[in-house]
């Protein structure tokens, strides 16, 4: 069955830098859309990064220019590189998979196998 599991979070000062990781079981991230997602407490859940089954990428505007989504398809893994960490990017981040090759959004409700998740802490 399908499976994710995040890893590489934790805590760091403003305008440091983590990379968080994704393994996926059950299927292949080469041919599908992955995305990465978060959530802060009262918040409603956030996507911020996608990339299709053709390493196609894209980004909301709060993270764009800032953190980078790739995929080592040898290790079924899905990587978010995070620079520039700001405190409003402290959240719980999460990843999941779209059905398919193509992303088309961002919206949560649309993605499944959501993982235990990952907790990134900025501080000031």
């Known amino acids: 069955q399908v499976q994710l599991v995040e890893s590489g979070g934790g805590s760091v000062q403003a305008g440091g830098s983590l990379r968080l990781s994704c393994a996926a079981s059950?299927?292949?991230?080469?041919?599908?859309?992955m995305g990465w997602f978060r959530q802060a407490p009262g918040k409603e859940r956030e996507g911020v990064a996608t990339?299709?089954?053709?390493?196609?990428?894209r980004y909301s505007d709060s993270v764009k220019g800032r953190f980078t989504i790739s995929k080592d398809n040898a290790k079924n893994t899905v990587y978010l590189q995070m620079n520039s960490l700001k405190p409003e990017d402290t959240a719980m981040y999460y990843c999941a998979r779209r059905s398919g090759v193509y992303c088309y959004d961002r919206n949560s409700a649309s993605y499944s196998g959501w993982g235990q998740g990952t907790q990134v802490t900025v501080s000031s």
């Open positions: 059950g299927f292949t991230v080469s041919s599908s859309c």
């Open positions: 990339i299709n089954g053709y390493d196609t990428t």
